[in-house]
């Protein structure tokens, strides 16, 4: 009989549940984005967030049970994201969580954010084996990790500013595209010309990133075209800038791998579904997370809860939300 | 004698929860204790201990629903609605105000609502500032009232020391409320204000 986990994630603005089997196969993955709630506002606003985690949390968790023909009593683990993360918003999935797990008498499992992005590779058909190197590229997080074990990994190199998705999303703010700019800024770089204009791409030593000087380049270049050239040039614009980041990632990518010595090269997180970074991606061989499991979600959670302690009633019951490490 | 129903009451609207396992037939708590929004679940495993019931023997949960500390406020409401679903018992909500106001008739409750603000009742439920509520002569209860105790005192409110328990929401009156009312409120929190994000919000264009 194989045993089912309950994976559960609340730590920004996805409200997401899934089951999968102790083998790795996803039996539901019920994601609810508020992406379009906090568009409206220009960002994630963390009050709004929380109060629409409350109203979705017990309908996400009914929907995945039922879509994997699964009562809570069925399942063996439930895990959770303790962070990092919003705490409010992580505090509603981790109380719930609680709840569960206390009436049922099934075991909680806290579980770490970034930890779960790398368990989504754990997932599937062809589940990825450690040792590999990983780029987490996400809103919130860009890493380099190596991964030796399926339930811990090491940080070789971060960003020194933003976050890759963050830089997708000021690029795509300064050409007037809007929030989520990630997505749009992907959509209108198809129509340009990447080598329109040359957007720097900083070199920093060791193996981190910055992505804060191919920002400045745009908002400049934006500056010095007049509205009506900005129009025309926005395409280009768009492409040249995706391009810039992109190589800055390819490059990093390949740059730690021979350092390293990884054989295996992998890409997770929200990043992962820039059609222009999966392309060159995929052209270089390395392994990229299936689109439904690149943005924030629970089966990853569900995943990485396959491979951590579990712990058994009243030794969960004072674990607390972290909103970093 | 009618036979013990057993009820989890809990309301954690304030920095201090209370939770208790209430006899709703005599509407008296079997146990009952104090703790923080974040130790529920702990403290509330610790208190089925003390009324020596196990967990299926509960048949209901009856939770406060507000106003008051909204991170506090969902930790209690997904606690509870997770409770109440998995031991496949009845849920139904209580206003935290009514509850204070149940423990100490003819008192005026009040919420503390942070940046000067409190949350009472003044004919509805409303957000206000202390000196905006008229409490000349009154008893005034809750950790509204001992925030702003200086001031009301001032305008002639009547409020008892920091640790009496009136300023407390009793599970017991909870679940009194709760047994009273034919219809329950929804689990979900009064809030009362809307975010800040939202009244400062101008125009975003959208992708
Ligand atoms: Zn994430």
Redesign the pocket.
Known sequence: MTELILGLET??DETAAAVISDGGAILSNVISSQAQIHARYGGVVPEVASRRHLELVEPVVADALEQAGAALEDVSAIGVTQGPGLVGALLVGLSYAKGLSWASGVPLVPVD?LRG?VASLFLGEEPLAPPFLCLLA?G??TLLLVVRDYDSHEVIGGTRDDAAGEAFDKGARLLGLGYPGGPALDRLARTGDATAYRFPIARMEGLDFSFSGVKTALLYAVKDLGDAALAEQRADLAASYERAIVQALLQRIEQAAESMSMETVAVV??VAANSALRAGLLARGVRVAPLALCT?NGAMIASAARYAPKLLETDYLSIDAYSSR | MTPARHLLALDTATDIASIGVVDAARGEALAELETSPTSLLASIDELLSASKLEKDELQGVVVGVGPGRYTSLRIGLASARAVARTLEIPIAGVSTLDALAAGSPEAVPLIDARRGEVFTRVGELVCARPEQVSVEGRLCVGDGAIAYREELEARGACIPGDADPRHRVRPACLVVLAESHEDSLPIEPIYLRVPDAERTRKEFPQA
């Open positions: 730590s920004c954010h992005h996400s919130g997080h997180g929200g924030d």
